[in-house]
């Protein structure tokens, strides 16, 4: 591109953003003729190709969210490239689990299932993954281990408040919060979330940036931690970023249906479809979690998986309560005993893994296999 050429004339944001033009495209496509094309799944080959589109596209849409969410990471530095990220993916995810509390039937654990599979998802499968493939092209990486106190110290007391303590109180017959729990719960996470942001973000920022090595062991400096990254500027990457999140998390509805028929014609369980699609939504911030673990770049991993565990809990929790006050629905926040035992240790092991600032291959393989039982978990239901 010319040095005095915008980047926003059509020729060249067509020519650089092909992606978002194919995810916006399709996002059109099916809110006119999805309703009828997804009616009827029946037909297996059909089925096939509709779920090989939205699975294609939503995939190149995401490889944009991470091209625009480096250019961020560069511009602004860390924790911010990395909290803009993780902030626009979550914020979303409570966007459409309001939308379907307000505009759909009754589903009282529909946000408590979310979350928990959200946390499943981040920890064990996403922080095992990365932790297990830098772990093998780079023996031991390092990271900033009072960044990584702060996200554990933020969401164990949010995690055990929200998503144990309901399932044991009494003052409600099932798993959700009396009025008098529901407002604390609302206060204290935005608090709570809301003072880690503001040290995250100033007094205490170099917590959460890669920490300062020597001699034989200093990995990739600053600047080359994203020497493949183009960046055009702060504004121009903040707002692609967001609509290339978009026709993620449009599609991702119509993807539901089909990964839901799917699931029903192959007698697999209900709710092995929500973890799919919260999979498909979390693509972005996955691949961007792999790529700087394999560029031996582990703090960022450690802010994009733990900042998205604490950021879903402390954004999710209020939304869907005070949506429950108001409109006088169910909202269901305590986890079932299986799920307790499984989000206990999940974050036992996170607290022995990640006590030295160190991280090797055998970190990955327990949080890996933590998330392979996750999975087992959804299929051992009774017969």
Do not use: C
């Not at 505009?103 to 959200?118: C, I, K, N, Y």
């Not at 942001?197 to 920490?211: I, K, N, T, V, W």
């Not at 709710?271 to 919260?278: N, P, R, Y």
Request: proline share 4%; charged share 10%; aromatic share 8%.
């Amino acid at each position: 591109m010319r040095p005095d050429a915008s980047p926003w004339r059509p020729d060249i944001l067509a020519r650089r953003e092909t992606s978002l033009l194919a995810g916006a495209s399709t996002a059109a496509v099916f809110t006119v003729f999805g309703g009828g094309w997804l009616g009827d799944l029946s037909n297996p080959a059909w089925a096939s190709f509709m779920f090989a589109w939205l699975f294609a596209v939503m995939l190149w849409s995401s490889f944009a969210v991470v091209r625009h969410a480096d250019g961020l990471a560069v511009r602004l530095g860390e924790p911010f490239g990395t909290l803009i990220l993780t902030v626009a993916v979550i914020s979303i995810e409570v966007v459409m689990i309001s939308a379907v509390m307000i505009t759909g039937e009754e589903t009282p654990a529909l946000a408590r299932d979310t979350m928990f599979a959200v946390l499943m998802i981040v920890l064990n499968g996403m922080f095992g993954l990365t932790l297990l493939l830098g772990g093998l092209r780079h023996r031991e990486q390092v990271f900033n281990l009072k960044g990584a106190s702060a996200y554990l110290g933020v969401l164990i007391p949010l995690a055990a408040m929200g998503l144990v303590i309901p399932r044991f109180t009494e003052s409600t017959a099932d798993a959700s919060a009396s009025p008098l729990l529901a407002v604390f719960l609302i206060v204290m996470s935005l608090v709570l979330y809301g003072v880690f942001l503001g040290l995250q973000s100033a007094q205490q920022r170099h917590h959460f940036q890669e920490p300062s090595t020597t001699g034989a062991e200093a990995g990739p400096s600053a600047e080359d931690h994203h020497h493949d990254a183009e960046v055009i500027g702060t504004g121009y990457h903040a707002i692609l970023l967001v609509m290339s999140m978009l026709p993620i998390v449009l599609l991702s509805k119509k993807m539901a249906r089909v990964v839901d028929h799917g699931t029903a014609a192959l007698g697999a369980p209900a709710a092995l479809g929500g973890f799919l699609v919260a999979i498909l939504v979390l693509s972005p911030e996955a691949m961007a979690a792999v790529r700087a673990a394999l560029a031996n770049r582990l703090q960022r991993t450690f802010n994009i998986t733990l900042g998205s565990a604490v950021a879903t809990i402390g954004l999710t929790i209020p939304a869907v309560l005070v949506i429950g006050l108001v409109t006088g629905k169910t909202v269901e926040l305590g986890l079932d005993n299986v799920e307790m035992v499984l989000l206990v240790t999940t974050i036992l092991s996170a607290m022995v893994n990640f006590g030295s600032g160190r991280s090797t291959v055998l970190q990955g393989t327990i949080h890996l296999l933590l998330f392979i039982a996750y999975v087992v978990l959804l299929f051992d239901v009774p017969a």
